[in-house]
């Protein structure tokens, strides 16, 4: 039987990933202590690892199509296919950061201060290709972890960290300086895999799921019945993917309005819909939006 190796992230977004694959229709069961977790179509076939190894893994064709984030397809300057972006995180829901951090009280204001200067960080390719198109002579050393602690500590005078919230940042009494560049989730396939007409499709059947799964957590659904003297009114109210659906009721001078809005509008939409005539307002989650 046809089978397309599948990566999966080890780590902080593992958990993110295998609950979006099962919005996307995929059920996935870690194993204890195993990287091979089971899956719910005999064409996949998983394995789990660190996402800064997952571009080598799916550029040397271990894996057909991996996710990782576009900092370590960078880092390692990978010529993976890019699939899609999957903008989804453990915490936010937004793109990572990696910043330039140094002590609160450090007298070091901007890059320039960083001249000759010592700085840690996982990310160590791209920070040395930034500051070498900046013209800044630093010394960048490669950070195992805790790399918040080695600038407290007086071990380095910067970091180059990611960060969602800087909280961690932030509790560490650390001050950014400059924000490196935003990382997204990203799903890669392996070129030679992309050119195999089946497994093309797969892949691509896999990433047209998974962005319906995102995109449908930031919209729910309208259901509500409207008077025709107050159906104009409603109408301009609502916002849409497209036109919102309106059919009449059986027997009767009212009509029936559906719609799908952003989920952070509802809270002001609906009373708004309240005042404008609408009645019997539902409201409704969706799982996927294509």
Same mark, same amino acid.
């Given at each position: 039987m046809n089978e397309l190796k599948l990566g999966l992230p080890k780590g902080s977004l593992e958990k993110a990933t295998i609950e979006l694959f099962e919005k996307a229709g995929w059920l996935i069961k870690p194993k204890s202590r195993n990287y091979f977790p089971e899956i719910d179509d005999p064409e996949l076939a998983c394995s789990i690892c660190r996402p800064q190894e997952?571009? @080598? +893994?799916?550029?040397?064709?271990?894996?057909?199509?991996?996710?990782?984030?576009?900092?370590?397809?960078?880092?390692?300057?990978?010529?993976?296919?890019?699939?899609?972006?999957?903008? +989804?995180?453990?915490v936010s829901r937004k793109p990572t950061r990696w910043v330039i951090a140094v002590k609160g009280d450090s007298e070091i204001q901007c890059i320039e201060d960083l001249e000759g200067k010592k700085i840690?960080? $996982?990310?160590?390719?791209?920070?040395? @290709? =930034?500051?070498?198109?900046?013209?800044?002579?630093?010394?960048?050393?490669?950070?195992?972890?805790?790399?918040?602690?080695?600038?407290?500590?007086?071990?380095?005078?910067?970091?180059v960290e990611v960060t969602e919230t800087e909280s961690t940042i932030r509790?560490?009494?650390? @001050?950014?300086? +400059?924000?490196?560049? $935003?990382?997204?989730?990203? =799903?890669?396939?392996n070129k030679d895999a992309w050119n195999v007409p089946w497994k093309r499709e797969k892949i691509e059947n896999i990433a047209l799921m998974l962005q319906g799964s995102l995109k449908a957590e930031r919209i729910v659904g309208l259901k509500m019945n409207v008077p025709e003297t107050k159906l104009k009114t409603v109408i301009e109210l609502l916002p849409s993917l497209n036109a919102p659906t309106v059919a009449n009721l059986y027997n009767a001078d009212w009509?029936?309005?559906?719609?799908?809005?952003?989920?952070?509008?509802? @809270?002001?939409?609906?009373?708004?819909?309240?005042?404008?005539?609408? $009645?019997?307002?539902?409201? +409704?989650?969706?799982?996927?939006?294509?």
């Open positions: 997952m571009s @080598r +893994y799916v550029e040397s064709g271990m894996l057909d199509a991996g996710i990782t984030g576009k900092d370590w397809t960078m880092e390692n300057q990978s010529d993976a296919i890019l699939v899609t972006e999957l903008v +989804y995180s453990k840690s960080t $996982e990310l160590v390719n791209v920070s040395k @290709r =930034f500051f070498a198109d900046k013209n800044i002579n630093v010394d960048i050393e490669f950070s195992w972890g805790a790399t918040e602690a080695k600038v407290v500590s007086g071990l380095v005078d910067a970091i509790a560490h009494g650390l @001050r950014i300086i +400059y924000e490196l560049m $935003e990382s997204n989730t990203q =799903f890669i396939a009509f029936s309005v559906e719609t799908v809005v952003s989920s952070d509008l509802v @809270r002001d939409l609906i009373p708004a819909l309240t005042k404008g005539g609408a $009645e019997g307002i539902i409201e +409704y989650h969706l799982s996927k939006v294509i």
